[in-house]
């Protein structure tokens, strides 16, 4: 019997041995693909290439310093993690890896919901859905300018929170507010920000507000200068300074940073082709960008420190951190601890869990294959970290779904 636990409930375990996972495999007898071939380097000076990824037991979420700078260089060239058994296999299995497991039929009783385009957690650690009702993203939704065609607002409600247990309904809002929603982002302060891809807006409501306090962008104007978007994606904010990163999106290759009161800071640019979702590890100052259509994973500085720790001269939001690819055609990516999770729609569906803080690139854990996953959306992690939530669109109708799992491990971990 397995029990529900979060990805970080163990600590710190920097001394162990790193070939640990692969005796688990013999342990439990199951065949444990880990020759994870890995090209890695930073950006400018690598890239870390997860290639021909496999289903692996994985490991553990170790509580290493992560994407924080160390004295070690950062891994390039060729890694190959291949399965070794240790003969003390049998003393390790209480290292048995966090891993998720759906839960059938939660939230199967929901019905009319449109394409579930984004998936948050409030805080009281509810998941909140972002879908399009009776509006479908397809090839005749925008002009060849990125206009939005039509133009009339959704008349069901698309913001939604979900009871973590039964997947029910809590609450609703947000009808004749929105024309093509996609991303959706709750702060700890219960703050909403959403982006509408077919306003090019970002707005932020307050707790309990159907009316915003914040709107960026002009109504159904896409652009590229520091006044507009074109089909923005998605929001991270620093729950520290309230700093918050737009991912812009489909039509623009860039990241725009506010602070909390919607003031530019900086924009920044990269070689994306539809920059899609935005995770953000604050302790490690470290932003994460899906690169959905190239299949990688871009991270760099978020610059939170700047100016209060540095010259004003100093700031490093943007700089290169690191790449993944390799990682299938990313939808969305969540942080937790030192675990970055992604959601990729293609070679085929499913949730992988990468372990940022390894001096070796690894992949921990492949999840959602099997068809637990089909059109994989958007991903959210549970404030205690026992819990992912999948947001999926589908089309006619059928596949809009939101997915729950949970994070189990075996009773021998306690």
Not at 135 to 162: A, K, M, Y
Not at 307 to 323: K, L, N
Not at 336 to 365: C, N
Request: charged letters at 20%; a negative charge.
């Amino acid at each position: 019997m397995t029990k529900n636990v979060g990805f970080l409930t163990k600590g710190s375990k920097t001394d162990q041995n790193p070939r640990m996972w692969s005796s688990l495999a013999a342990v439990l007898g199951v065949v444990a693909l880990v020759a994870v071939a890995a090209e890695a380097r930073t950006i400018g000076e690598g890239v870390m290439d997860l290639q021909s990824l496999v289903d692996t037991l994985g490991d553990e979420i170790l509580a290493h310093p992560g994407l924080r700078p160390t004295n070690q260089e950062v891994p390039t060239g060729v890694h190959e993690l291949e399965e070794e058994v240790e003969e003390d296999a049998l003393n390790e299995v209480d290292d048995e890896p966090p891993h998720p497991v759906k839960l059938h039929n939660w939230a199967s009783h929901i019905h009319s919901l449109g394409q579930i385009s984004g998936v948050a957690i409030n805080p009281n650690d509810e998941p909140v859905i972002f879908h399009r009702g009776n509006v479908e993203w397809g090839p005749g939704t925008f002009n060849e300018n990125f206009q939005l065609v039509d133009r009339t607002p959704i008349p069901n409600v698309t913001v939604c929170t979900l009871d973590p247990e039964t997947g029910e309904a809590k609450n609703s809002w947000g009808s004749n507010m929105f024309y093509v929603p996609h991303g959706l982002t709750v702060d700890l302060a219960g703050n909403t920000y959403v982006t509408d891809a077919g306003l090019h807006q970002v707005m932020r409501f307050p707790p309990n507000a159907d009316k915003p306090d914040l709107v960026l962008g002009e109504a159904f104007v896409p652009g590229s200068d520091d006044k507009h978007f074109c089909q923005p994606t998605s929001v991270a904010v620093s729950e520290a300074t309230g700093t918050f990163f737009v991912a812009d999106g489909y039509c623009n290759s860039r990241i725009l940073k506010y602070n909390r009161d919607g003031k530019l800071l900086k924009i920044i640019k990269g070689e994306w082709n539809v920059a899609h979702s935005l995770a953000l590890f604050e302790e490690e100052d470290v932003l994460c960008v899906s690169d959905r259509e190239n299949a990688k994973i871009d991270c760099m500085k978020a610059g939170l420190r700047w100016p209060i720790e540095g010259p004003v001269d100093r700031d490093e939001t943007g700089v290169a951190v690191i790449t993944y690819t390799g990682v299938g055609r990313t939808f969305a990516i969540a942080a937790k601890g030192t675990a970055l999770l992604s959601v990729s729609g293609s070679p085929m569906a499913r949730g992988i869990t990468i372990d940022t803080a390894s001096q070796t690139p690894r992949v921990l854990d492949s999840w959602g294959d099997n068809g637990d996953l089909r059109s994989p959306h958007d991903i959210a992690i549970s404030l205690t970290g026992d819990a992912i939530y999948v947001a999926e669109t589908g089309t006619g109708g059928v596949g809009n779904n939101i997915r729950k799992f949970e994070v189990i491990r075996s009773p021998s971990f306690f």
